[in-house]
């Protein structure tokens, strides 16, 4: 998310530049340096690195955990946790907003029902718990953040786009293009709504660090802190939903598919009445036919 922010800031700087057609040739001398050094701080190319490193130390990881599988040597278990854990960092690195949204989301949920299995133990096992929960909740705050940031300037680089396609002469006949994403409003709102969750995040990590601390040489109550967990919860999905809208449920689909298949049969069973009727009246036709000619007066050959 930082490095989404990052991008979306780098991007708009360099959308408020323009080129100078006067430039001396030391001018453009320069000019290539700087996009030499642009290019070497390119986060894309710093993430490509990271990933071969997390990809080497995954494969080492699998190498350990086949050998000591096959010796029947060792634990197993740690070099398998090594692999998981650099795969999944792996996984992460290439996340997109909504990606580390959803995970955000997940990761809040988890520590919340911690937080509320924890409140329901011994004051003692409680206070020895909290530890893992405060750091937690403070590395959830510090992703909300990261990604509010994002949002924002996603948010600003959509509303400046907008101004310019307003501003552009619309080709005669020309379709109107359509929608691309969430639009500039909707990632504004749901910047707000991640700004409001890292706030409950912050509140709740306080309400567990003064909990763990004993602070003031009293004990705190941590149902608050749960309860801000909760209202994190709710903002994050919020922003969710304004992100990525919730696509059509799989059963209105198959209602619809139903519904669709009921026409077909009806069709075809009109079809079917209407050629039987057709048949029915052809052989009725035939039968008359066939009895108007018995009647005919045959004709005297003696």
Known sequence: AQAAADKAQADSDDSDDSDDSDDSDDDNDNASGDTGQAQAEDPGVARADQAEVLRQQASSALDLLDQRLQDGT????????????????????????????????????????????????DYEQMLAALDPMVQAEQQNKAMADAITKALRAQADAASSQGDASAQGAQPQGAQPQAKQGPSADDLAEAALDVDLASDAMDEATTTLTDARDETGGMSHDIEPAIDDQADAIDQLSQALQLLQPPKKQQGDKDKDKDKQQDQDQDVSRQQAERRLQEAREREAEREHNRASAGNEPVDKDW
Do not use: C, M, W
């Open 74 to 121: 060792g634990d197993p278990l740690a070099p398998a946790t090594d692999a998981l854990d650099n795969l999944d960092k792996l996984r992460q690195l290439y996340f997109s907003l909504i990606d580390h949204l959803k995970k955000l989301i997940s990761d809040e949920s988890e520590n919340h029902d911690q937080t509320a299995a924890v409140a329901a133990e």
